[in-house]
C-alpha cells in the first residue's frame, strides 16, 4: 500500500493528488492500473498516455448521483451533472476496460468496453443460531445515517410499532450526514420518547458491525427513490441476508427481484409508511415467515449472490488486458 496525503479541498484533491497518484503509480511498473475514484479520472488518462494498460471501475452511477448531493447549492446540480458527464466521456475514451458494479449500468456505458461485476459479499459459512421470535424485534440499520438513505422513515417506523404496543429497537451503525442531522434525530427521539428505542453507534469497525448483524432481527434498507438509489443495489441487503436477517426494503423493481423473489423479506413503499405498516407488522408477527427468511438469506447469498459468481469475471479481464 502506497499513502497519499489527500487535502481536505475537493478542488486541490483533484489538481494535486491526481499528478502525485500518476508518479507513484508509474513506480509500481505494473501490469496492470484498475482504479474506481472518479477523481483519478485525469491519473488513469495520464497513465494510459504513459502507455499503461487502464481499468476504471465505476461502483456508482456518478452524474446521476450528482444530481442529489446535498453540499450542492440547489441552483448548481445540473450543471455539475453535466459537466462530469462532458468529463468523463472524455476520460472514458482512454480506457482499456470499464468495471461496472451494476448490470444497470450498462444502460449508460460502452457496452463493447464494459463487463458487470456485480458486488457481492464474500460466501463465508455460517451456522445460525435458533431464533425465538416472540421477543421485542430488534432492527438494524448499517451505512451512512441520511435523509435520503430512510433515517426519518425508520424512527417512524419504530415510532408506529411503539404505537401499536409492539415491543422494537433500533440500532443505527453508521456515519451521520450531515454532522448536524445527529441533533435533529436526538430532538425527535425526546419529542416521541424513543431514547430507549433507538440507539445510535456511530461509525464502527468491520467486526463490529459483524456483531450488531448477528445480534439484530431485521435489517433495513428504505433508501429514497432517488435516480441513483433505484438503480443501485445496496450490499447491506445481501449482508442482511447473510446473517439470516429478513430484509425490509423499498419496493424498487431492482430489490424486489432481489429480495422478494428470493423469499428473503418484503419490499414496501416508503412514501406512505402508514400504508406500508401493516405488511411490516404481518411479517413480524408471523414467526413462522420469519423464519422462513431467515433459513432462506444464507442460502440464497452463498448459491447465487456471492463473490465466487463474479469473480471469475473480474479475473478474465485482467487475463485478456495482459
Same mark, same amino acid.
Given at each position: 500500500?502506497?499513502?497519499?496525503?489527500?487535502?481536505?479541498?475537493?478542488?486541490?484533491?483533484?489538481?494535486?493528488?491526481?499528478?502525485?497518484? @500518476?508518479?507513484?503509480?508509474?513506480?509500481?511498473?505494473?501490469?496492470?492500473?484498475?482504479?474506481?475514484?472518479?477523481?483519478?479520472?485525469?491519473?488513469?488518462?495520464?497513465?494510459?498516455?504513459?502507455?499503461?494498460?487502464?481499468?476504471?471501475?465505476?461502483?456508482?452511477?456518478?452524474?446521476?448521483?450528482?444530481?442529489?448531493?446535498?453540499w450542492l447549492p440547489? @441552483?448548481?446540480?445540473?450543471?455539475?451533472?453535466?459537466?462530469?458527464?462532458?468529463?468523463?466521456?472524455?476520460?472514458?475514451m482512454f480506457f482499456h476496460q470499464?468495471?461496472?458494479?451494476?448490470?444497470?449500468?450498462?444502460?449508460?456505458?460502452?457496452?463493447?468496453?464494459?463487463?458487470?461485476?456485480?458486488?457481492?459479499?464474500?460466501?463465508?459459512?455460517?451456522?445460525?443460531?435458533?431464533?425465538?421470535?416472540?421477543?421485542?424485534?430488534?432492527?438494524?440499520?448499517?451505512?451512512?445515517?441520511?435523509?435520503?438513505?430512510?433515517? @426519518?422513515?425508520?424512527?417512524?417506523?419504530?415510532?408506529?410499532?411503539?404505537?401499536?404496543?409492539?415491543?422494537?429497537?433500533?440500532?443505527?451503525?453508521?456515519?451521520?450526514?450531515?454532522?448536524?442531522?445527529?441533533?435533529?434525530?436526538?430532538?425527535?427521539?425526546?419529542?416521541?420518547?424513543?431514547?430507549?428505542?433507538?440507539?445510535?453507534?456511530?461509525?464502527?469497525?468491520?467486526?463490529?458491525?459483524?456483531?450488531?448483524?448477528?445480534?439484530?432481527?431485521?435489517?433495513?434498507?428504505?433508501?429514497?427513490?432517488?435516480?441513483?438509489?433505484?438503480?443501485?443495489?445496496?450490499?447491506?441487503?445481501?449482508?442482511?441476508?447473510?446473517?439470516?436477517?429478513?430484509?425490509?426494503?423499498?419496493?424498487?423493481?431492482?430489490?424486489?427481484?432481489?429480495?422478494?423473489?428470493?423469499?428473503?423479506?418484503?419490499?414496501?413503499?416508503?412514501?406512505?409508511?402508514?400504508?406500508?405498516?401493516?405488511?411490516?407488522?404481518?411479517?413480524?408477527?408471523?414467526?413462522?415467515?420469519?423464519?422462513?427468511?431467515?433459513?432462506?438469506?444464507?442460502?440464497?447469498?452463498?448459491?447465487?449472490?456471492?463473490?465466487?459468481?463474479?469473480?471469475?469475471?473480474?479475473?478474465?479481464?485482467?487475463?485478456?488486458?495482459?
Amino acid at each position: 500500500m502506497i499513502p497519499i496525503h489527500l487535502p481536505k479541498s475537493r478542488l486541490v484533491r483533484f489538481l494535486v493528488v491526481t499528478f502525485k497518484m @500518476w508518479v507513484k503509480a508509474l513506480g509500481t511498473k505494473a501490469a496492470i492500473y484498475h482504479f474506481h475514484d472518479p477523481e483519478l479520472m485525469f491519473c488513469g488518462v495520464l497513465l494510459r498516455l504513459s502507455g499503461k494498460k487502464v481499468i476504471f471501475d465505476i461502483h456508482e452511477n456518478i452524474r446521476l448521483s450528482l444530481q442529489s448531493k446535498d453540499w450542492l447549492p440547489e @441552483w448548481a446540480l445540473c450543471f455539475v451533472s453535466a459537466s462530469y458527464f462532458i468529463m468523463e466521456r472524455f476520460c472514458l475514451m482512454f480506457f482499456h476496460q470499464l468495471i461496472l458494479a451494476e448490470e444497470s449500468y450498462l444502460n449508460h456505458y460502452p457496452k463493447h468496453k464494459s463487463e458487470a461485476v456485480l458486488n457481492f459479499p464474500l460466501a463465508k459459512p455460517m451456522e445460525l443460531p435458533e431464533k425465538k421470535w416472540n421477543s421485542a424485534i430488534r432492527f438494524v440499520y448499517s451505512g451512512v445515517i441520511h435523509p435520503l438513505r430512510g433515517i @426519518w422513515e425508520m424512527l417512524a417506523l419504530i415510532q408506529m410499532l411503539k404505537e401499536a404496543k409492539t415491543e422494537a429497537t433500533l440500532d443505527l451503525v453508521g456515519e451521520v450526514r450531515p454532522a448536524p442531522l445527529a441533533l435533529e434525530i436526538k430532538n425527535y427521539l425526546n419529542i416521541h420518547q424513543l431514547n430507549q428505542n433507538v440507539f445510535i453507534h456511530g461509525k464502527v469497525d468491520f467486526d463490529q458491525v459483524t456483531n450488531f448483524l448477528k445480534n439484530a432481527d431485521i435489517g433495513l434498507a428504505l433508501l429514497k427513490p432517488i435516480p441513483n438509489y433505484k438503480e443501485s443495489l445496496p450490499t447491506k441487503i445481501f449482508e442482511y441476508m447473510q446473517h439470516g436477517l429478513p430484509v425490509i426494503a423499498n419496493d424498487f423493481p431492482l430489490y424486489k427481484k432481489y429480495v422478494e423473489a428470493t423469499g428473503t423479506g418484503i419490499c414496501i413503499d416508503i412514501a406512505s409508511m402508514e400504508t406500508a405498516f401493516p405488511l411490516i407488522l404481518s411479517m413480524i408477527q408471523s414467526s413462522d415467515k420469519l423464519a422462513m427468511m431467515r433459513g432462506n438469506g444464507p442460502k440464497t447469498v452463498t448459491e447465487n449472490y456471492s463473490w465466487k459468481t463474479q469473480e471469475q469475471k473480474l479475473l478474465s479481464v485482467y487475463q485478456n488486458l495482459t
